[in-house]
């Protein structure tokens, strides 16, 4: 082709697009405001809506995601891609992007590049844990225990089990290998737990339900058949509102970093507890600057990690230490830290600890396999029996009971997640009593939850796939609930912002919900990449509220910019 022929067609397929795309697109192209922009199409769907595209300069440690809109269109603004050479990736299950080499974005003008899909060649590498819940048969309670008991989904993605071979036989000295795992345990740093339970030493009855998992798992993975005797099904790609997003995910330094929790402190910053590390980090936002500080080993020889991450009045941090059965607090003005470790010979681990209220008197709550009240002046731990005053022939005697998330309210009493069961407790902080409060749904499984401003506790349902709320200051109406529109997503954790909007996260589905508690409409934000979400915060000082979430599974902390 002659240089003159080549120029003709492109200008024959430049006057195409500004004729099809009409006067929208052409503004696009040529507004100031915008760095990068297109369509986004595939033979299959035409113009597709709800596909995530990334985009990542070339040396940094920033990725910023937009959403399709519902003429397919994507567009990055100008304040988030400075000039260079980007990189691009796409999330929309089903579909592969075609070859798309670096794209250069200028200064002065915006750059205009077209996205084409094809269908992707092996489905099953895409989907999620909770499209992998959808599509494998069986009832809900075989497939709860991926969840619940042996807590599969916390440490990787079910893909690797139904993708093995093993029999019912086999599967069953799997079981049985996992469960000496620390929780804190990734595909990059498994640890062993010298904890005792855990399936360490199975009874009876334990080994019976392992043999019956152990079948199960046997009929959902390829010990029988070269391909899944199931049709793998999706969940629908983001819509409407839930495209109007900007999101940003800030490379953490070390790739085996398992941020738990992240909380963003009133000057900004997001720190965040290493779940597989013994390391406290902080990120600036502003910089994407990270600062990690090491946390002193307390139990040389165990595992690693730290849970729980709370901001005391002061907002410095408290941390759970886990099996390292300690909780740290970091001054954040001296840099240091200060730790209080459990009796050395008691096996204990401790996940939970609520601070925010300690300067009343001076007792900071701890949760783990047990619940305490450390006095931090004398480094006194006194043991808490939230059951020991059940009846023994009332109907919640019969109820498995284990305290997992905790939140202290103004009065620095203590409000307990029953997450093995459907339970809300209080524990008095002068008398030590406890009232507990049923979820309306049975085995709802709470699990995480914050206190708001008005002294209500948001907490999510895990198990329930649910949202609840008590009124800590007026338990006579009970909990409340608002069920989250998606199957499996299984929700950690719940925080409340200022517009009284309620935010959660699916641990399965890699979604981010957005609840108008007034309304009880949901929005629903698709997240980039398989994230893990467990505590969830929100930046009340920005317009919009900022959320922001740790990659679990992914070594990167999450910023969520809702456009409106």
């Known amino acids: 082709m002659t240089t003159k022929q080549f120029l003709v067609v492109v200008l024959a397929g430049l006057a195409v697009i500004v004729s099809c795309g009409g006067p929208d697109i052409v503004k696009e192209q040529t507004s100031p405001s915008v760095a990068l922009t297109g369509r986004v199409s595939s033979e299959e769907e035409g113009p597709m809506e709800g596909v995530l595209v990334s985009a990542k300069r070339a040396g940094s440690t920033v990725t910023i995601t937009v959403v399709s809109d519902a003429q397919g269109r994507y567009s990055f603004p100008r304040t988030k891609l400075e000039p260079g050479s980007y990189s691009l990736r796409i999330r929309a299950v089903g579909f592969e992007l075609e070859g ?68 019912a036989a086999e599967f069953k000295q799997v079981l049985l290998r996992m469960g000496t795992y620390f929780a804190g345990s990734s595909v990059l740093r498994p640890q ?117 991450l709370s901001l005391d009045r002061e907002e410095n941090v408290w941390l759970g230490l886990k099996e390292q059965a300690g909780v740290a607090k970091f001054d954040r003005k001296k840099e240091k830290f200060q730790t209080w470790d459990f009796p050395k010979n008691v096996d204990e681990r401790l996940n939970m600890v609520a601070s925010l209220y300690h300067h009343l008197d001076g007792m900071v709550w701890v949760g783990g396999r047990d619940e305490f009240r450390l006095d931090v002046r004398s480094g006194q731990w006194i043991a808490l029996d939230l059951y020991k005053d059940i009846p023994k022939d009332s109907p919640v005697a019969a109820r498995r009971h284990s305290c997992y998330g905790i939140a202290a309210d103004s009065q620095n009493n203590m409000w307990c997640m029953d997450f093995s069961s459907e339970y809300i407790g209080k524990v008095d902080a002068k008398t030590l009593k406890v009232n507990l409060y049923p979820t309306p749904t049975f085995d709802s499984a709470p699990r995480r ?48 912002d200022k517009n009284g909007d309620a935010w959660t996260g699916g641990m399965n589905t890699d979604r981010v919900m957005r609840l108008n508690t007034k309304t009880g409409e949901f929005i629903e934000y698709l997240l980039p990449r398989s994230t893990n979400i467990r505590r969830v915060d929100v930046d009340n000082s920005t317009i919009p509220v900022t959320f922001w979430v740790g990659s679990n599974h992914g070594a990167s902390i999450i910023k969520l910019e809702p456009l409106e």
């Open 449 to 496: 939850g914050q206190i708001d401003s008005q002294g209500r506790l948001w907490f999510a349902e895990y198990l329930g796939n649910k949202i609840g709320m008590i009124d800590t200051k007026n338990t006579n109406r009970g909990v409340q609930e608002w069920a989250v529109p998606t199957p499996w997503t299984n929700p950690y954790d719940v925080v409340l």
């Open 192 to 308: 062993k737990t010298k904890r005792s339970g855990r399936l360490m030493d199975p009874s009876r009855e334990q080994q019976e339900e392992m043999a019956k998992q152990a079948e199960y798992l046997s009929t959902i993975n390829l010990s029988t058949a070269s391909t899944w005797q199931y049709p793998l099904k999706t969940l629908p790609r983001p819509k409407g509102r839930g495209t109007r997003v900007i999101i940003t995910e800030y490379d953490l330094p070390r790739p085996d970093t398992m941020p738990h929790d992240a909380v963003v402190d009133s000057e900004g910053m997001v720190w965040y507890s290493d779940f597989g590390n013994l390391f406290l980090g902080r990120l600036d936002p502003k910089t994407a600057k990270i600062v990690e500080y090491p946390v002193p080993v307390l139990r040389p020889g165990y595992p690693v990690g730290a849970l729980e």
């Open 100 to 167: 798309s080499g670096p794209v250069e974005v200028t200064a002065q003008e915006t750059t205009q590049l077209d996205l084409k899909l094809r269908k992707a060649q092996d489905l099953a590498y895409q989907l999620s844990n909770g499209e992998w819940l959808l599509s494998m048969p069986g009832t809900e309670e075989q497939k709860r225990f991926l969840l619940e008991r042996l807590g599969c989904v916390g440490c990787h993605t079910l893909e690797r089990i139904v993708r093995t071979r093993y029999n």
